[in-house]
């Protein structure tokens, strides 16, 4: 079974920086497109950041210039490097993967739990 764990959110004063790390597990082939999400309270769940296995990345306009993303193949881990935070920043921040199980098998996306980003002072 694949399994996404997200972890490193907390809260951060306004302006402020953190890093959310998110790690793939089970049997996996390969992973295709790694990223982030987010839904804000009372507010629908949007592409925060994509990255695929080749280094090309996607970045939604609010957070371009403030938001890196990033990940080790390896490990299977995509990270969210978040600096100067905004209280609008504040949702919960879903990750999600593309992968393939078994060669010759369809790319299936897979999601992880959230985890919460609160900024504020």
């Known amino acids: 079974q694949v399994q996404l764990v997200e972890s490193g959110g907390g809260l951060v004063q306004p302006g402020g920086s953190l890093r959310l790390s998110c790690a793939v597990s089970?049997?996996?082939?390969?992973?295709?497109?790694m990223g982030w999400y987010r839904q804000a309270p009372g507010k629908q769940c949007e592409l925060v950041a994509v990255i695929t296995s080749g280094g090309s990345t996607n970045y939604a306009d609010s957070v371009k210039g403030r938001f890196i993303i990033s990940r080790d193949n390896a490990k299977n881990t995509v990270y969210l490097q978040m600096n100067s935070l905004k209280p609008e920043d504040t949702a919960v921040y879903y990750c999600?993967?593309?992968?393939?199980?078994?060669?010759?098998?369809?790319?299936?996306?897979?999601w992880g739990k959230g985890t919460l980003v609160t900024v504020s002072s």
């Open positions: 089970g049997s996996i082939f390969s992973i295709y497109v």
């Open positions: 999600n993967a593309e992968v393939a199980v078994v060669p010759d098998t369809p790319w299936m996306d897979y």
